[in-house]
């Protein structure tokens, strides 16, 4: 009979301590991972929302410019804002359930909140057309668990 002085291959405790470590170096990678994962689409909702606030507030910022004179503006209420503009197109800002409507047509959704303020030159609250110098319009777009609130004054164009 042959007896083997040298023997090959691992214990049954070397394999499982191998398997004990494999797992805890598979769970913090895994975190790791999970947690780049979500700064990733946290930040690219983050984006997404500056996009969409930006383009609503440049859209309005536009359009209020071209109003023509204190009698173009129809409507002034707090989520709303209706006026005719340098063209002669009534341009009309109102607010439905999160959207954000010009003319009827949605240019913002996830909008909460949204409020006009109009404001004297003396910067008192004014309900009046043929006061009015600065508008605020403010809103918060929520998307997701994100959200952030977007706000600007702007200063009418028309003669005082």
Not at 23 to 51: D, K, M, P
Request: hydrophobic share 40%; glycine share 8%.
């Amino acid at each position: 009979m042959r007896r083997m002085t040298k023997q090959c291959g691992f214990t049954l405790i070397e394999l499982i301590m191998v398997t004990i470590i494999l797992g805890v170096i598979a769970v913090v990678l895994g975190r790791v991972l999970i947690q780049g994962y979500h700064s990733f689409t946290t930040e690219n909702n983050i984006s997404e929302l500056n996009w969409k606030g930006f383009y609503i507030l440049e859209r309005m910022v536009n359009d209020i410019h071209n109003i023509r004179s204190y009698g173009d503006i129809t409507a002034m209420a707090a989520t709303q804002l209706t006026f005719t503009d340098k063209s002669g197109s009534s341009i009309s800002y109102t607010y439905s359930g999160t959207n954000l409507l010009r003319n009827g047509q949605i240019i913002g959704n996830g909008v909460w909140f949204p409020s006009f303020s109009y404001y004297t030159s003396r910067a008192a609250i004014t309900t009046t057309a043929s006061t009015l110098s600065y508008v605020l319009i403010s809103f918060y777009i929520l998307q997701g668990y994100s959200f952030l609130p977007f706000s600007i004054v702007i200063g009418t164009r028309f003669p005082l």
